[in-house]
């Protein structure tokens, strides 16, 4: 039996980063940049104005107040997405709206509500003049080009995650894809002759098998791609075949079938088409645990991870071990979650010296943070952990956690929604 630490080392030293591919710029949110991405335009690439107003020469301007207009010929108008060919020149000035190319000349914008725009057309008075009410310093509602990005700018750097501000970015250079390091597909299987798939009608001594669910969810939910394989039966010969089907991924995820029952084969199997780097680790929920390297007909070596079969088991061992992996595989970098330091309120019972990933309700209070267990913490209580935006930790050399004790919690990632 060895160590969380140890168990985690030998699955991140065994699988690697993945090669880059080219994807459409949403279909590839999340995923990690191949290579530095760099500016082939200045953004903008034109002075525009930010406001709604006249575009004028700010020397016109100066001088001018709420009771000292003055007064410019309006010479053109010109909208977004349109140039105008008209030059500003001295007492002169063109309409413009938001965005619109900043004409010739001009080097100011007096937005509308620093006008007597309104007023005129209350008064039905022409509008080829307009009375400017305050002055206008020199770049005054301007948008310079370049001022966002320059051209041969690095604007996103290789190995960051693409993330909405990223792929605006990206758009706003004329983008439409990015090259990224790939998605692992990672296969599922679940294994159990008492295995029912969702949606079918239950049998007599049957359990519905909700660990291919929350498998391909966290998969999904960490940037993989799951491929479910079904449910694989307690023999040699069917689960040989299943497992076979899976090593077309990058990686084959089991539940089930690694402890020491008599039915548990899995492990068996594994030896017969592989090697097992370890089976047990010390933790609890999760002990039953193994991971090692399948070989694929095609001579690939696939990374294993044989997750025990009680569900929340399941769902800490992938955490723990599966999800580093996930976010490798994608070019990610780090891996570990957030922790705090928090109180918990009943007594964590700890009997055996493994190091115990207690299911906890967080809360931060005025006198910092607090941790209350979900409920029974049996491996097949599945509430207690869609209940839990924590795992409390108690250490290995630790019998028992008291009621006020002080814990370390692992936060999962909807503790916020849950605060």
Not at 38 to 57: E, K, Q, R
Not at 67 to 90: M, Q, R, W
Not at 257 to 267: I, L
């Amino acid at each position: 039996m060895i160590s969380v630490e140890d168990a985690l080392e030998r699955v991140l030293n065994t699988v690697h980063v993945l090669e880059p591919e080219t994807r459409p710029l949403l279909s590839a949110l999340g995923q990690v940049l191949a290579e530095d991405v760099v500016a082939g335009i200045d953004v903008p690439p034109h002075d525009n104005s930010a406001m709604d107003g006249f575009a004028v020469l700010s020397s016109d301007t100066y001088g001018a107040g709420r009771h000292n207009p003055i007064c410019l010929d309006v010479i053109g108008e010109v909208a977004a997405g349109y140039t105008s060919s008209v030059k500003v020149t001295a007492g002169t000035a063109i309409r413009i709206m938001t965005g619109a190319p900043l004409p010739k000349g001009a080097d100011a914008v007096v937005q509308f509500e620093n006008t007597d725009e309104t007023a005129r057309k209350k008064e039905g008075q022409p509008l080829d003049t307009i009375g400017i009410l305050e002055p206008a310093s020199p770049g005054l509602n301007v948008r310079m080009r370049g001022e966002d990005i320059r051209a041969g700018q690095i604007v996103l750097k290789k190995g960051s995650t693409l993330l909405p501000a990223g792929i605006g970015v990206l758009a706003s250079l004329g983008n439409d894809a990015a090259t990224v390091i790939r998605r692992p597909v990672v296969s599922v299987l679940s294994t159990g002759d008492e295995l029912c798939t969702a949606g079918k009608k239950l049998q007599p001594a049957q359990i519905y098998d909700s660990n291919t669910y929350t498998i391909a969810a966290n998969i999904a939910r960490y940037g993989g791609t799951a491929r479910i394989i079904g449910v694989g039966k307690d023999s040699l010969a069917a689960l040989r075949e299943k497992i076979a089907e899976g090593l077309s991924g990058d990686m084959l995820i089991t539940s089930g079938g690694v402890s020491k029952g008599d039915y548990d084969v899995v492990k068996d199997v594994l030896a017969q088409m592989g090697t097992i780097s370890f089976r047990t680790v010390c933790m609890k929920p999760g002990k039953p645990n193994a991971f090692g390297i399948l070989k694929a007909d095609d001579g690939r070596e696939v990374p294993h991870l044989g997750l025990p079969g009680n569900p929340v088991s399941s769902m800490i061992t992938f955490e723990q071990f599966a999800r580093p992996a996930i976010l490798k595989m994608l070019g990610k970098t780090s891996f570990i979650r957030p922790t705090v330091l928090a109180t918990i309120d009943q007594d964590i019972v700890n009997d055996d010296g493994r190091r115990v990933y207690a299911r906890v309700h967080v809360s931060r209070t005025a006198g910092g943070w607090k941790a209350s267990l979900t409920g029974p913490q049996g491996s097949g209580i599945l509430t207690s952990m869609a209940a839990a935006n924590g795992l409390a930790i108690v250490p290995e050399d630790c019998p028992l956690a008291r009621a006020g004790d002080k814990l370390k919690v692992q936060l999962l990632d909807n503790t916020e929604e849950q605060l």
